[in-house]
């Protein structure tokens, strides 16, 4: 079982590891469902932290479909990405029509190298999440981060475990969105993964602490919650289907 954290500053990625964290996909405006961090951050976070730590490559928020300018700005990035020490990346580039755009996106896990792949939750966002599930394993992900198509990993459980069937282990489905230490075990039970992914937010506010879910307002500001983080790391460690 492997426990992924979303962090958005050293801080963050650093208290997701000292509580249990496998892994750490790193991104910044959170607030917009995560964008490509800037290249300070990403050599901190890699300098600091011992786990894999896996970049999101992401020009804007908003839908998945880029123009030519962005798409060459995701190839500026990926190569800074390449060459910072990062375990891997998570991207992922979908046609007008609501396709996986296998063009750009297998031309992109080519120019990756060694860096793992991750393709994110623009599969949530596909007209035929089988179809794209097929599309993403001939690009070369290893990966795919749902929540099988619903606001919340634990709505889109039917989907989820769709693709869990469909995959038949030839690339990792990793269920996330609204996964927490409350529903976690549900969600592994009733999905078949074997990865979860997870945000553990804590939010900061005047010096008021407390565990929001979901996107915030963008003048909001949040690190991961250790003790979710551990609560999460535990139930993995001793779930049994």
Do not use: W
């Amino acid at each position: 079982m492997t426990l992924e954290i979303l962090a958005d500053s050293l801080e963050s990625a650093l208290i997701a590891q000292d509580h249990g964290a496998d892994r750490i996909e790193l991104c910044a405006n959170m607030n917009f469902g995560g964008t490509t961090p800037s290249a300070g951050l990403i050599e901190a976070v890699v300098k600091n932290l011992s786990i894999p730590v896996f970049v999101m490559l992401r020009p804007r928020g908003g839908n998945f479909v880029y123009s030519e300018p962005e798409y060459e700005v995701m190839k500026h990035d990926l190569s800074f990405i390449k060459s910072s020490g990062a375990s891997g990346v998570v991207f992922g580039i979908l046609t007008k029509s609501g396709d996986v755009d296998k063009k750009r996106n297998l031309e992109l896990c080519r120019e990756s190298s060694h860096l793992g792949l991750t393709f994110h939750r623009a599969i949530d966002q596909c007209t035929s999440p089988m179809k794209a599930l097929e599309d993403i394993i001939d690009c070369g992900f290893e990966r795919i981060l749902t929540s099988g198509g619903a606001s919340a990993a634990i709505g889109g459980v039917p989907v989820i475990q769709e693709l869990v069937h469909g995959a038949k282990e030839r690339i990792s489905i990793m269920a996330g969105a609204g996964v927490s230490s409350a529903n976690v075990e549900e969600i592994l039970r009733a999905t078949g993964v074997s990865e979860v992914h997870a945000s553990a937010k804590l939010r900061i506010r005047e010096g008021e602490e407390k565990i929001a879910s979901g996107y915030g307002k963008s003048d909001e500001l949040y690190r991961v919650n250790g003790r979710e983080v551990s609560r999460m790391s535990s139930l993995l460690k001793s779930f049994e289907r």
